[in-house]
């Protein structure tokens, strides 16, 4: 049997068909996820059928390491597609203060951005003597959106978690 070379990359939507992922890998093409794009780069639609692959440009924008407070913008915008290229864009931002769960994730990068006027919400520094209700307010302007139970617990839970995520973040930027 012969050995395919996948020397091209083809930006495809996923899911991707069997049909069309036979194809294109025939033809050499190393099959990528449309979330990992560069702007201005053609996109197949994975689940069209063989005849309706209409390639179209890439509006999306990469994430930019370090560009602040861009970069945060450019994560939060992935925040509703792929989450492990979301992850990914955020972690080259938040590095090691990077939280565990997708919403964490959104409000630590709200809170790197400073917010709706660009400066950063205080956290008064006797913090966790708050109390529950003090706890969800403060997350909810850090977040920049009320704070809501989950599944890893209470609102209180969720807000001593944003916070920290908050304070570590800082504390590793300063």
């Known amino acids: 049997m012969k050995k395919l070379v996948l020397d ?33 780069e053609t996109i197949l639609d994975g689940s069209a059928s063989e005849g309706a692959k209409t390639p179209t440009k890439s509006p999306v924008k990469t994430a930019k390491p370090n ?14 597609g792929n989450f492990m290229a979301f992850k990914s864009a955020a972690k080259k931002i938040l590095s090691d203060a990077l939280p565990g769960t997708k919403d964490e994730i959104i409000a630590a990068l709200k809170a790197y951005d400073g917010g709706a006027d660009g400066t950063p919400t205080p956290i008064p520094e006797a913090w966790e003597a708050m109390t529950d209700d003090e706890l969800v307010e403060l997350a909810g302007k850090l977040a920049g959106e009320p704070v809501n139970a989950g599944s890893e617990g209470s609102p209180a839970d969720k807000a001593r978690s944003i916070i920290q995520a908050t304070v570590d973040d800082r504390a590793s930027r300063a």
């Open 67 to 80: 560009e602040i407070p861009g970069a945060a913008a450019d994560a939060l915008a992935l925040a509703g």
């Open 8 to 40: 091209k990359t083809a930006f495809v939507r996923h899911p991707v068909l069997p049909e069309l992922k036979r194809k294109l890998n025939s033809e050499g093409y190393q099959i990528v996820d449309a979330a990992f794009a560069p702007e201005g």
